[in-house]
Antibody, heavy 124, light 108 residues
Framework: EVQLVETGGGLIQPGGSLRLSCAAS????????MSWVRQAPGKGLEWVSF???????YYADSVKGRFTISRDNSKNTLYLQMNSLRAEDTAVYYC??????????????????WGQGTLVTVSS | SSVLTQPPSVSVAPGKTARITCGGK??????VHWYQQKPGQAPVLVIY???DRPSGIPERFSGSYSGNTATLTISRVEAGDEAEYYC???????????FGTGTKVTVL
């Protein structure tokens, strides 16, 4: 069974750092495209970051330069290093596996499955 | 980045049909995917590539297009379909993935 489990969330002061982990089972993270999506309390979904199987990374403008997506192939785990955290980064962070149809554009894909999410609260 | 507009809420009686729209600039040229999110839970994919259904998703869920609007249709609505629904596309202008504003479906 394909499963994603996020950990690492918590309460952090503005300006602080936090690293989220997403442990995968049932598939190999390094062979797949993976992403982080967040959801502020009572708000909609916001894409945060993406990593290709080849290692290329992409970020939303709101986190570029502060967040870093990476993976540990030996642990089959995806990470999100979050630095210089702001109150507006408060959200549930989900990791998700990315799929696309090989006959189409890579970018036209979808996210499935998603982990259960981990809550990050940035507050003094 | 691109804005995907959805109606904030849709109310439907059990057994009837719910239609959730997703509008955006040039959406007709994009692949649209739909997610269901129940309170306190992670999103679940219900439609991909405009109208394909993942395994395990009932045939009552379907997707379609008309002009610059994508539509998620839920036929024979059940109480368990009550949830927030989001559309999603890739925005080539910003090189970002974009989600719609979300629609809360209430079963009367």
């Amino acid at each position: 069974e394909v499963q994603l489990v996020e950990t690492g969330g918590g309460l952090i002061q503005p300006g602080g750092s936090l690293r989220l982990s997403c442990a995968a089972s049932g598939f190999t993270v390094s062979s797949n495209y993976m992403s982080w999506v967040r959801q502020a309390p009572g708000k909609g979904l916001e894409w945060v970051s993406f990593i290709y199987s080849g290692g290329s990374t992409y970020y939303a403008d709101s986190v570029k330069g502060r967040f870093t997506i990476s993976r540990d192939n030996s642990k089959n785990t995806l990470y999100l290093q979050m630095n210089s955290l702001r109150a507006e980064d408060t959200a549930v962070y989900y990791c998700a596996r990315y799929h696309y149809d090989s006959s189409g554009y890579i970018e036209d894909g979808w996210f499935d499955p998603w982990g259960q999410g981990t809550l990050v609260t940035v507050s003094s | 980045s691109s804005v995907l507009t959805q109606p904030p809420s849709v109310s439907v009686a059990p057994g009837k049909t719910a239609r959730i729209t997703c509008g955006g600039k040039n959406i007709g040229s994009k692949s649209v995917h739909w997610y269901q999110q129940k309170p306190g839970q992670a999103p679940v994919l219900v439609i991909y590539y405009d109208s394909d259904r993942p395994s395990g998703i009932p045939e009552r869920f379907s997707g379609s297009y008309s002009g610059n609007t994508a539509t998620l249709t839920i036929s024979r609505v059940e109480a368990g379909d009550e949830a927030e629904y989001y559309c999603q596309v890739w925005d080539s202008t910003s090189d970002h993935y974009v989600f719609g504003t979300g629609t809360k479906v209430t079963v009367l």
